[in-house]
């Protein structure tokens, strides 16, 4: 077996069942995990992190090989597949768990993150601001096995065929030079 070059983004950017599907459909994506990240409790629970209380965000981490897929390409699809001008939201998912960041793992992903920012706020055609949250990552906490793959067991669900599927169709039109090739 060949050894990959690995290495890991975690994104918050709304509902992780939303997330994950349009990162799964990237070349060079190794894995995508929903979880947790952000907050101020241990190995919180789903039901804990809905509260609002832990602090923590819904988030995915994406352990991807750099050679087929970089972490600015990461950032592009990130910032498209939601909407980070708006604060602790997205859609009808509202709360602080839902918030847009980006964990960043070390200074290159920091800067980086905030380059791209900064680059993207300058072209907001509406002038509003980017609201999403640059992080330290301290620590991903995997989420439970149910939210695994969530579209790809449940695409006939309702939220699934109104929420997730345009996203997958925006990705899939918008950035096919990064999608996955499709085995014949």
């Not at 949250?133 to 906490?141: C, D, I, K």
């Not at 699934?160 to 925006?170: A, D, H, R, T, Y």
């Amino acid at each position: 077996m060949n050894h990959v070059n690995k290495e890991t983004a975690v994104f918050g950017g709304g509902c992780f069942w939303c997330t994950e599907a349009v990162f799964k459909m990237l070349r060079g994506v190794i894995s995508v995990d929903p979880g947790y990240a952000g907050g101020k409790i241990q190995n919180p629970t789903y039901e804990e992190v809905s509260s609002g209380v832990t602090g923590h965000a819904e988030v995915i981490k994406i352990d991807y090989d750099p050679a087929q897929i970089g972490y600015r390409d990461l950032l592009t699809v990130f910032f498209a597949s939601h909407d980070p001008t708006s604060l602790d939201r997205q859609g009808n998912d509202v709360g602080t768990h839902y918030r847009s960041a980006v964990f960043y793992a070390d200074s290159r992903q920091k800067e980086a993150a905030e380059g791209f920012i900064k680059e993207l706020q300058a072209s907001v055609p509406s002038g509003q601001p980017i609201v999403t949250g640059l992080e330290p990552l301290v620590r991903f906490y995997p989420a439970e096995n149910y939210h695994r793959d969530y579209y790809a067991r449940n695409s006939s669900q309702p939220y699934c065929q109104v929420i997730i599927e345009p996203k997958l169709q925006k990705a899939q039109r918008d950035f096919a030079e990064l999608l996955r090739k499709r085995q014949a």
